[in-house]
């Protein structure tokens, strides 16, 4: 590995538990840096500022952590695969899936019952069977269409139908149920508690896993589809299998915090200009730092003012001014 | 010794019962140290003949067997073992140097890491030598020229390490220096490492020159294999590139246009001043014969023309004119 790559990773690594120390000090009570050494090291700490730190400001940060990683590892995947710079991980609907999912147990909760509704799986399980549905479809597809650009066309094209039935379904629901959908829209962290974690962490570790199995195989894609068989690569098992570990790392995170978006499509273009590579031996971890960064900034910020706002619209803030620098620079 | 072989193949499409023959009953050799250019008028099937030898397409009949291996049975992996592929599409990969791009050539031989040891850095820093590009081996490809680009795409198919190497249209889009370089240059290479390599091309007259051997395609009349010569003397290029239009001339390996020449004048002297002075009278209508009235000399400094020395071209062919108008 070259030097600049070495330096790079351990200023990214420094950064990122830098990142993670501030987000867990920061928040509407300030906790000190030797109070969280206290509550980590001193067994027997007890208090309000513990039970703040372990079971809030702790889960929220390693949230912001796998959501950072996941949806940037998983729009690099996409990116590589569709050869576009602009494609995320919710190119294949997975967003609107998910959404469509929620939308349905909000919005159609009268013939659910109670106890389910008001439970949190209620959102998380219909989010994930939202998106594996569309993601199902988009697979399917995936083995009968043979280019990659067709592909995401269909994408987005169930993304539009899951999208506009989530329309359909407002308009017939009351504006109680609107209001918690929009907010679900919004993104959060801070929804994901230990139980949840149980189940989110061995999702993202079967996707990053997968991510990281793939890597020699997402170089030789870099050629495109044609050269990428050439060089012995079976691009339909492939491209399945890329589609499996986004759905895994993009439909688990929005399942948990909702869609936060740009961090995807934003993060695989800051990594591939700061390591100068389009080697993704180097660009998966490059990104899970950069992704972790961004979103444990993204989540400081939030709490900055006295009233936190929505993760979706910081992380959207940062996101788009860097889409504009991007297409602008490629003129 | 023939690598590849083709056993009756008959290539075409076939989609949904509707078969669309292109060529059929093909016997084809290709034997290593060997360079042969695939040509043919647009539309005879270069380009699926192509597909079909490298298995990415299926044949209608018959069989492509590559060391005795029938080549649409193969996995992925045992046929990027055998063929390395250089394609038409321009690839576009953000911040890969030469030395990145070659190592991709390596993919189907390292294992699941893709790590580079110290042997495969020798064969890929080799692969850059042999196309002369080692002083720009860690530069960015987006900054090469075309050129150079062609022969960096070269150069990962050499790093494949395969007995054959087949090539679309290696030279589209190039300058005349680059055409003329890259085929050298895969003369050069079938010749050294004794690999097949097969490329397909519309240049003619640099298929002729480097080309061990001529697979020459017409839509109609199936493919002709041959040294470029032979197929020259029998006619064949003459046949599969019939047209009112045009002709295959035989002197000098080019096409020449079928001019209208209804005027006779004879001309003589210096040979290389003669040829291009052929050539400007064709365009303009004469026809060169022995016994014709006008008589034009060719000399150092000109043309004779009626005992008036004439210096350029353009005069020349103005005088002409005026003689036919007085006549």
Not at chain 1, 180 to 188: A, D, E, I, K, R
Request: net charge neutral.
């Amino acid at each position: 590995m070259k030097s600049r790559s070495l330096i790079l990773f351990l200023s990214l690594s420094f950064l990122t538990v830098g990142l993670f120390l501030a987000d867990l000090a920061w928040g509407s009570i300030h906790i000190s840096l030797s109070e969280i050494v206290d509550v980590f090291f001193r067994k027997g700490a007890e208090g309000i500022n513990s039970e703040i730190l372990l079971n809030f400001r702790l889960p929220k940060a390693i949230t912001a952590v796998l959501a950072g990683a996941s949806l940037s590892v998983a729009g690099l995947m996409m990116q590589t695969l569709f050869r576009n710079s602009l494609a995320d991980p919710y190119i294949l609907g997975v967003s609107s899936g998910a959404s469509l999912g929620v939308a349905l147990v909000m919005m159609a909760a009268s013939v659910l019952p109670v106890a389910f509704v008001s439970s949190g799986w209620a959102l998380i399980v219909a989010a994930i069977i939202g998106a594996s549905v569309v993601l199902v479809l988009v697979v399917g597809v995936s083995f009968k269409v043979h280019n990659a650009v067709s592909l995401l066309i269909v994408g987005l094209m169930f993304g539009t139908i899951a999208g506009s039935l989530v329309s359909v379904l407002q308009n017939f629901s009351n504006p109680d149920a609107i209001k918690l959908f929009v907010m679900w829209t919004f993104g959060s962290l801070s929804a994901v508690t230990w139980s949840y974690m149980q189940v989110l962490f061995p999702v993202v570790l079967v996707g990053m896993s997968m991510a990281f199995f793939l890597q020699k195989r997402l170089d030789g894609l870099l050629l495109g589809e044609n050269y990428a068989r050439g060089l012995g690569i079976s691009i339909q098992q492939t491209r399945f299998l890329i589609v499996i570990a986004t759905g895994l790392l993009a439909g688990g995170i929005t399942a948990f915090t909702g869609p936060i978006a740009f961090v995807g499509v934003a993060i695989p273009h800051i990594a591939r200009g700061l390591f100068r590579t389009s080697g993704h031996r180097i660009l998966l971890p490059a990104v899970v730092l950069c992704g972790a960064s961004l979103l444990l900034i993204c989540d400081i910020i939030t709490q900055i003012p006295t009233y936190t706002l929505p993760i979706n619209t910081v992380s959207a803030l940062f996101g788009a001014p860097i889409i504009i620098w991007i297409i602008l620079k490629k003129r | 010794m023939s690598i590849l072989t083709t056993q009756q193949l008959t290539i075409g499409y076939s989609r949904k019962g509707k078969t669309d023959v292109i060529q059929s009953g093909l016997d084809l050799k290709l034997r290593a140290g060997e360079l042969v250019c695939l040509i043919g008028p647009n539309g005879s099937g270069k380009s699926t003949l192509l597909r079909t030898l490298t298995g990415l397409q299926k044949p209608l009949s018959g069989k492509t067997l590559i060391d005795g291996k029938e080549i649409i049975k193969l996995k992925q992996l045992e046929k990027a073992l055998l063929i390395a592929l250089v394609l038409t599409e321009r690839i576009e990969i953000e911040n890969a140097t030469v030395y990145n791009l070659v190592s991709l050539g390596r993919h189907p031989h390292s294992n699941w890491w893709g790590n580079i040891t110290d042997e495969e850095d020798a064969i890929i820093r080799e692969a850059i030598e042999m196309v002369h590009l080692s002083h720009k081996m860690h530069q960015n490809i987006n900054e090469l020229s075309d050129g150079e680009r062609q022969r960096a795409m070269i150069a990962k198919a050499l790093a494949q390490d395969t007995p054959i190497i087949m090539l679309d249209e290696p030279t589209a889009h190039l300058d005349l220096p680059n055409r003329v370089e890259i085929m050298l240059l895969l003369h050069r290479l079938a010749h050294k490492t004794d690999k097949a390599i097969l490329l397909s091309t519309h240049e003619l007259d640099l298929a002729l020159q480097a080309a061990d051997r001529i697979w020459l395609m017409s839509a109609d009349k199936g493919v002709e294999c041959g040294v470029p010569e032979d197929l020259v003397f029998n006619g064949s290029f003459n046949r599969a590139f019939e047209s009112k239009a045009y002709y295959f001339n035989a002197s000098n390996g080019n096409f020449s246009m079928n001019y209208p020449m209804t005027k006779k004048v004879w001309v003589s002297g210096d040979k290389t001043r003669m040829y291009w002075t052929f050539r400007a009278l064709a365009r303009a209508g004469y026809a060169v014969m022995q016994d014709a009235g006008v008589q034009i000399e060719v000399t150092e400094a000109g043309w004779l023309l009626n005992g008036i020395t004439i210096s350029t071209v353009e005069t020349l062919l103005h005088e002409l004119n005026q003689q036919f108008v007085d006549i």
